[in-house]
């Protein structure tokens, strides 16, 4: 089992910057997959990023390309997702979920085993 607590959210303008942060713990010495969902209000959750154990690979929703950046940190077992250039559409409950490594990054939130609680993200105009 893999616990994962998220933290960062908060309140910022249009045009700002926040960093989320998802701190695992648990059976941690497996390697995970890491990714990141968001969930709107009456909107399903959909994909943000994803990131594999070592790194080497991310893969982003063509919506948040060029403004966000997944990272992790395998020493602290902490994965990180900045957020830059916001915008008010960027809007949601994000969500930390993790799956045992896998060859192709999940981008479908039936693909992750476990998940954080969320936090909120709001962006204003």
């Known amino acids: 089992q893999v616990q994962l607590v998220e933290s960062g959210g908060g309140l910022v303008q249009a045009g700002g910057s926040l960093r989320l942060s998802c701190a695992a713990s648990g059976r941690t010495s497996s390697s995970y997959t890491m990714g990141w969902f968001r969930q709107a209000p009456g909107k399903e959750r959909e994909f943000v990023a994803a990131?594999?154990?070592?790194?080497?690979?991310?893969n982003y929703a063509t919506s948040v390309k060029g403004r966000f950046t997944i990272s992790r940190d395998n020493v602290k077992n902490t994965r990180y997702l900045q957020m830059n250039s916001l915008k008010p559409e960027d809007t949601a409950v994000y969500y930390c979920?993790?799956?045992?490594?896998?060859?192709?990054?999940?981008?479908?939130?039936?693909?992750?085993?476990?998940w954080g609680q969320g936090t909120q993200v709001t962006v204003s105009s």
């Open positions: 990131i594999t154990w070592s790194g080497g690979v991310t």
């Open positions: 979920a993790a799956v045992r490594q896998t060859i192709v990054i999940p981008t479908v939130a039936s693909g992750y085993d476990y």
